[in-house]
């Protein structure tokens, strides 16, 4: 078993999660305007936290993976969070949206592909 494939078979479930998130938030909001999106609070926490949960899957793949996948400024989509004010700081709501519409589209597709390369060597 190549290296690749022994990767994929420990981590193919990240990969997936984060596929599955991906096509989620794409979606569940990926129609609305950002004027709908960044005026919607519960739409925002809901969408930063799906994007957190990503982050996390991503953090356990391959940096060459990550690469292959895209590039996502996690912190300027993410923000920090702010214990005593019970929510996201520095959280670029515009740059949140704009990675749903036009990034993540083209992260479950790769998703797909890396997947479906690998599945001969499950």
């Not at 356990?60 to 895209?70: K, Q, S, T, V, Y």
């Not at 920090?80 to 949206?97: M, S, T, Y």
């Not at 993540?104 to 592909?113: A, F, N, T, V, Y």
């Amino acid at each position: 078993m190549s290296t690749n494939g022994s990767y994929l078979y420990a981590n193919g479930s990240y990969l997936h999660d984060v596929g599955r998130l991906a096509e989620k938030l794409v979606k569940d909001f990926g129609a609305l305007t950002y004027e709908n999106f960044a005026e919607d609070s519960r739409k925002v926490e809901s969408a930063v936290m799906r994007v957190l949960m990503m982050k996390e899957g991503c953090a356990l793949l391959p940096n060459r993976i990550r690469r292959e996948l895209a590039p996502i400024d996690w912190r300027a989509i993410t923000g920090k969070w702010d214990g005593n004010a019970g929510r996201h700081v520095g959280l670029d709501r515009k740059q949140l949206w704009e990675t749903i519409v036009q990034t993540l589209p083209g992260i479950g597709e790769k998703i797909q592909e890396l997947l479906k390369g690998q599945s001969a060597v499950w």
